[in-house]
């Protein structure tokens, strides 16, 4: 069964809208999951590292204010795509690792494909 | 410079036969993790394999094996028996601790296409 849940899978909606996008964690209590960013054809880009009780932090390039994630729980993070914007679409993917360390894998949600108009 | 570098866009493999996806990878770090993902059209993550830097056996899971060359930095998939269903994109990640921050990096992955 599902290790991580990500909601909605897909979203349409017009310029300007802010997007909500959750990721929950089924089986383990997740101090830091990861949020992803993949254009078509392209490969995974880490956005931000999601931490539980403190702020998130984000890789170079990626606008803070622009997407918004709160860590609220060991089991849930959240990403907000505030004032989205056609150039904001694209799929979006987060994932949780199964441990601490640098070997332990990490699963995936099924992602969400976000369409701005 | 990259960190996981995939050489291969696309492969093509007749069913039942076997495959190799390449992947090297740049650390500097002494502990890592390797993975390899699938990724169908549909778009989802599997993940299917991993080997840690340590690890001195090559990890097997099903028909998924890893080629680890430790020395060559490279971490290649070894996909025996071809399936159709095995036509997807794969990437090839690694995790590691620089500083206790933990960071994974994504190849630009590898299309594989199984013909009947």
């Known amino acids: 069964g599902a290790v991580v849940s990500q909601h909605p899978s897909r979203v349409i909606c017009k310029s300007g809208t802010s997007v909500k996008i959750e990721c929950r964690s089924l089986?383990?209590?997740?101090?830091?999951m990861f949020w992803y960013r993949q254009f078509p054809k392209q490969s995974l880009m880490l956005m931000a590292t999601?931490?539980?009780?403190?702020?998130?932090?984000?890789e170079q390039g990626v606008e803070k204010d622009k997407f918004l994630i709160n860590h609220a729980s060991l089991t849930l993070s959240t990403l907000t795509v505030t004032s989205a914007h056609p150039e904001d679409s694209s799929f979006y993917i987060c994932?949780?690792?199964?441990?601490?360390?640098?070997?332990?894998?990490?699963?995936f949600g099924d992602g969400t494909r976000l369409s701005i108009l | 410079a990259q960190k996981i570098t995939q050489t291969q866009p696309g492969m093509f493999v007749q069913e039942k036969e076997a495959v190799t996806l390449d992947c090297t990878y740049d650390t500097s770090d002494q502990s890592y993790g390797l993975f390899w993902y699938k990724q169908p059209s549909s778009g989802e993550m599997i993940f299917l394999i991993y080997q840690g830097s340590y690890d001195e056996q090559n990890a097997t899971e099903g028909r998924y094996s890893l080629n680890f060359q430790k020395a060559r930095k490279s971490a290649n998939l070894v996909i025996s028996a071809s399936q159709l269903g095995d036509s997807a994109m794969y990437f090839c990640a690694m995790r590691e601790s620089p500083g206790g921050y933990q960071k994974v990096t994504f190849g630009i992955g590898t299309k594989l296409q199984v013909i009947p």
């Open positions: 999601s931490n539980e009780g403190s702020k998130a932090t984000y």
């Open positions: 994932s949780v690792p199964t441990g601490p360390n640098s070997n332990q894998p990490q699963h």
């Open positions: 089986d383990f209590q997740a101090t830091t």
